[in-house]
């Protein structure tokens, strides 16, 4: 920032006298033609030729910055120029270009040291480079300026010039921001307040509920809480945001039909020809729905051209999240079923087939109880091999008389033969009733084999019979139930479009585009001009 220099203000008080005639005889001299000027410091020889100089390089067109820097390089190189023309004249008879780098550099350094000596001097009378002076036949006398005041002159003029800039820029900021902001937010919020189409909303609340809590300790600790529920209800809320949804409310309610009236504006108006995808872009933006897990409610916002029309649209798409509540609870309860369902049913055919073996078993031996056949068949056995010793006993009796009787002893005798016959016979029976693969007593263990079997399977049988009612059971306790807490209700004002909330938004939305556009253009500009 340019600080104005301050300089103190004096009082000349008016000469008078032998005073008076001496500032006269100053101010003559000081009124002097730059011609009659020039002669004085050249001479007469020299007049002409320094004439011409000094029109040649007036000719050049320089300005008063590169004259001022001719001014000061003089000074410091101590030539007696009488004017920036003249000091322009000087230095390049010297050799020396007033217009080089390198010499407009060697002035920085005495920058300092030269405002301080243009200040001591700016008090004193004496002027020591002086400025060129037009004739007087064409501009009016002017006072000569001190280097102080030249310096505040042009100071003046840098700030004033610095205004103007800033000014300018001020204005084209101003014109940008009108451009590519207020105009594009003016545009918008006559979209809202004149032209777009008031949609009304209807809103409506509903909640999946269990029938009964689950069975288990994580089930019990989960029952009754939203947790239960949540996958069927994230499922149902998928399913309403779904094209499936759309399309089946498109066909009950003729959804895409009313955004397609010609009195909708035209940025929401469906057209006639418009597809499935175009429809579903219009559906997601006219249907939202929102998932609370901390309660488990499902809302929803449905909103149309028509107070009704949305109602009705609410209505269908709640009887569609019933069905698929409905048909998600019956698919549990048949996948719960199937299984213990196929294990009733082995069982049952496992038992039936253990009690057909029993009955072949049964009818293969002819026998009821085959253990009883064999334990008569010893009875029989032991009686007779009783009676055979009895007989010996008696045949031995007989024969210890010296003289028996002979018929008696015969009799014995055949009685004993007749005895060892049924005797083997018995035996013979007996064998075959305990050896072979049809013998009794392994058609005895078969049989019992088979009951125990069969007594397993009637276990079996029951066991599955008792899980598959527990199982049913179970299922009825996971039907759910869709139960609307808030049914929809037709609207009398319109919810959309928020017109003040859309315009602001559109404006800070213009303004952060136009803002991140303007800071990557300052970056890129700096890295070019860098």
Do not use: C, W
């Amino acid at each position: 920032m340019t600080t104005k220099p301050k300089a103190r203000k004096y009082r000349i008080p008016q000469p008078s006298g032998a005073g008076a005639e001496r500032a006269e005889a100053a101010r003559g001299e000081t009124e002097l033609s730059p011609a009659e000027r020039i002669r004085q410091a050249l001479g007469g020889g020299e007049d002409a030729a320094a004439s011409r100089e000094l029109d040649a390089i007036k000719r050049e067109g320089l300005t008063g910055r590169q004259l001022r820097v001719a001014r000061r390089l003089a000074q410091k190189h101590g030539l007696p120029a009488t004017s920036d023309y003249d000091a322009v004249r000087l230095l390049r008879q010297k050799g020396i270009d007033p217009l080089q780098r390198s010499n407009l550099l060697d002035l920085v350094v005495s920058g300092k040291q030269g405002a301080r000596e243009d200040a001591e001097g700016a008090g004193s009378s004496e002027i020591k480079l002086p400025q060129t002076l037009r004739k007087p036949g064409e501009t009016l006398p002017a006072a000569e300026l001190s280097p102080a005041q030249r310096r505040e002159v042009e100071i003046g003029r840098i700030q004033r010039d610095i205004v103007r800039r800033r000014r300018r820029k001020l204005m084209a900021l101003f014109a940008r921001l009108a451009a590519f902001v207020l105009l594009p937010t003016l545009l918008v919020g006559y979209y809202f307040y004149r032209v777009a189409t008031p949609m009304y909303a209807s809103k409506s609340e509903f909640v999946i509920l269990q029938a009964d809590g689950q069975m288990g300790a994580v089930g019990g600790l989960l029952a009754g809480t939203q947790f239960a529920t949540s996958q069927d209800s994230i499922s149902v809320q998928s399913f309403l945001e779904s094209k499936e949804a759309m399309l089946l409310l498109d066909r009950d309610a003729g959804f895409a039909a009313h955004f397609q009236q010609p009195d909708i504006d035209p940025i929401q108006r469906l057209d006639p020809d418009a597809s499935n995808e175009e429809a579903y872009k219009t559906y997601k933006r006219m249907i939202k729905l929102g998932y609370d897990p901390t309660e488990g409610v499902i809302r929803m916002e449905v909103a149309a051209a028509d107070p009704a029309t949305a109602t009705e649209f609410s209505q269908k798409l709640i009887s569609y999240a019933e069905d698929r509540v409905n048909n998600l609870s019956e698919k549990k309860r048949e996948d719960q079923m199937k299984d213990a369902r196929q294990s009733f049913e082995m069982a049952q055919d496992e038992r039936r087939k253990a009690q057909e073996d029993l009955v072949e078993l049964q009818l293969k031996g002819a026998v009821l109880d085959p253990e009883g056949v064999i334990a008569s068949l010893r009875g029989r056995i032991d009686q007779v091999e009783v009676q055979l010793q009895d007989k010996r006993l008696q045949l031995a009796a007989l024969l210890d008389n010296a003289r028996p009787n002979k018929a008696k002893v015969e009799g014995v005798q055949g009685d004993i033969e007749r005895l060892e016959a049924v005797l083997e016979d018995l035996n013979a029976e007996m064998v075959d009733a305990s050896n072979g693969e049809n013998s009794l007593a392994r058609l005895s263990v078969r049989i019992q084999m088979a009951q125990a079997d069969l007594v397993t399977r009637d276990m079996m049988l029951q066991t599955a019979l008792q899980q598959m009612e527990n199982t049913r059971m179970e299922a009825n306790r996971q039907v759910r139930y869709l139960t609307v807490s808030v049914n929809p209700v037709p609207s009398q004002e319109p919810s959309y479009p928020r017109k003040f909330e859309n315009t602001i938004l559109a404006f800070l939305l213009f303004a952060g585009i136009y803002l991140l556009i303007s800071l990557t253009a300052s970056v890129l500009r700096e890295q070019v001009s860098s």
